[in-house]
C-alpha cells in the first residue's frame, strides 16, 4: 500500500524522498525491520492474550527430559508470525505482483489448516487435532492452486539467455542478453552445467505438442512439494527455537535466490534463470524472516509459547513456495535438509517398527524415537544444545546452497 501512495506522490508532487520506494532493496529491509518489531513487541501482548484465554499446549508424557515441565505454555503462536509477516508485505509489497498474491495466499490457507488444528487441541481437548487427511487433503489443495496459478497465470514467465551469436547491442548500447518472456515448466538443477530440467519432457514419448502435458507433472510435483516441506516443517517443531530458526536460515538463503533470479543484471552475471517480477517475494520473503527473528525471542529456550500447527504449516508451506516460484525446489533437500532428515527419521521409524513387527512378531527402532531430535534427547543431550548444533547445520546446508550459484 505504501509502495502506490509513494509513487502516486512522487509521480504527481516530485515528494523528496518518495522514489527510494521503488527500489525492492528498501523496501526489503524496511518490511525486515517492520515485521521484527511487529513480533518482537507486540508478541507479548499475543502471549499474553493466549495466556488469558487459557490457550496452553497439552503435554503427553515421552519420557524427555524438561517435557512436563512446559505443560500450559500458551500454544498457537503462529498468530504472531502471520501477522508480522503479513502486515509489512502487504504495506511495502507490490499487491498486483502475483508471487505476492500467491504467497499471501499460502500464508492465510497453511494458517487456517493449523489454526484449525490447534484449536481442536486446545479447546475441544482432542489431543489428535484435525484428523491427518484433512490436513493432506488442505495441503493438496493448495498444491494444485499453486501449481495452477503458477502455470496458466500469464505474469509468471522467464526469459533463458540468449546463445551469444544471438546477442544484439541495444540503441542504449546495451547487451540483449535473454530472449522474450516465455511460459515454461523448467526448473534448475544444481550442481550441473547445464542446469535445466523441463518437466514436460516427461511426456516426450507422445511426439510432437507433448508440451501441452507440462502442467500435469508441473502441478504434481508441485503438490508433493508443498506436502512434503509443510510436514517436515510441522515434525521439526518438536523442541524450543528448532523449527523457527532452521527456518529463518532457509528463509534467508531464499531471499537472496529470489533477488538475483529478478534480478537481470545479476541473473546474467550468475548465469541464472531470469523470471521477471520476481524479485518482488525478496520484500514478503525478508517480512517472514524478521516475524521468525521476531517470534524467536520468545521461543527460545524456555519458550514463552509455541508456535502449533498454526505457523508449523505456515512456514513449510511459504518455504515450498517460493522454492517453486524460483524454480529452486530441486535444491529444497539441501537447502531444508533439516526438514529432510526430520521427515526421514520418522518415515524409517515407522516401516522398520511395522516391518519387524510382522516378521519377528516384535517391532524394532532405528532411533530411540523420532524425529531426530527426538533421539538426541533420549541420548541425553540437552534441547539447546540441539537446537544450536541443529542451526549450524542448517547454516552450512544454506552455504552449500548458495555455493551452487556458481558451483557446477
Do not use: C
Not at 45 to 57: A, D, P, T
Not at 229 to 255: E, Q, R
Amino acid at each position: 500500500m505504501l509502495y502506490y501512495l509513494f509513487e502516486y506522490l512522487e509521480s504527481q508532487f516530485s515528494f523528496p524522498g518518495a522514489s527510494v520506494f521503488q527500489f525492492i532493496t528498501f523496501r526489503a529491509a524496511a518490511a525486515f525491520i517492520l515485521s521484527l518489531l511487529i513480533s518482537s513487541i507486540f508478541g507479548k501482548r499475543i502471549i499474553s492474550f493466549l495466556q488469558r484465554q487459557q490457550v496452553g499446549e497439552s503435554i503427553r508424557d515421552l519420557g524427555l527430559e524438561g517435557q512436563i515441565q512446559k505443560a500450559g505454555t500458551p500454544t498457537m503462536g503462529g498468530v504472531i508470525i502471520i501477522l508480522a509477516t503479513l502486515i509489512p508485505a502487504l504495506l511495502l509489497a507490490k499487491l498486483d505482483n502475483v508471487y505476492i498474491i500467491l504467497l499471501v495466499i499460502t500464508t492465510l490457507w497453511m494458517g487456517l489448516i493449523g489454526f484449525i488444528d490447534d484449536y481442536i487441541k486446545v479447546f475441544k481437548k482432542d489431543k489428535g487435532g484435525l484428523s491427518g487427511k484433512f490436513k493432506v487433503l488442505g495441503q493438496v489443495g493448495l498444491g494444485i492452486i499453486v501449481g495452477s496459478m503458477l502455470y496458466f497465470n500469464d505474469g509468471v514467465t522467464i526469459k533463458e539467455q540468449l546463445p551469444v551469436e544471438q546477442q544484439i547491442i541495444n540503441k542504449e548500447g546495451r547487451r540483449i542478453v535473454f530472449g522474450d518472456a516465455h511460459k515454461s515448466t523448467k526448473t534448475t538443477v544444481p550442481f550441473f552445467k547445464n542446469n535445466e530440467l523441463d518437466y514436460s519432457k516427461a511426456f516426450s514419448f507422445l511426439g510432437d505438442g507433448y508440451e501441452k502435458y507440462g502442467w500435469i507433472v508441473f502441478i504434481f510435483i508441485t503438490v508433493f512439494i508443498v506436502t512434503g516441506v509443510s510436514n517436515g516443517a510441522n515434525l521439526t517443531d518438536g523442541i524450543d527455537g528448532l523449527a523457527a530458526g532452521s527456518s529463518a536460515i532457509i528463509v534467508i538463503t531464499l531471499a537472496l535466490f529470489a533477488w538475483v533470479s529478478g534480478n537481470i543484471i545479476f541473473a546474467d552475471y550468475l548465469d541464472v534463470m531470469y523470471i521477471p517480477d520476481s524479485g518482488e517475494m525478496t520484500v514478503f520473503i525478508l517480512a517472514f524472516a524478521g516475524a521468525l527473528i521476531g517470534f524467536l525471542w520468545y521461543n527460545t529456550y524456555p519458550a514463552q509459547v509455541f508456535m502449533g500447527d498454526t505457523g508449523s504449516l505456515t512456514i513449510g508451506g511459504i518455504i515450498a513456495v517460493i522454492a517453486i516460484a524460483i524454480r529452486k525446489e530441486l535444491l529444497l533437500p539441501i537447502l531444508a535438509g533439516i526438514f529432510v532428515v526430520e521427515n526421514l527419521s520418522v518415515i524409517m521409524q515407522v516401516s522398520w517398527f511395522k516391518y519387524t513387527k510382522k516378521k519377528f512378531g516384535e517391532g524394532r527402532r532405528v532411533f530411540r524415537m523420532a524425529p531426530l531430535h527426538h533421539h538426541y534427547q533420549k541420548l541425553s543431550y540437552h534441547e539447546s544444545k540441539i537446537v544450536v548444533r541443529f542451526w549450524i547445520v542448517g547454516i552450512m546446508l544454506a552455504v552449500l546452497a548458495i555455493v551452487t550459484l556458481k558451483l557446477r
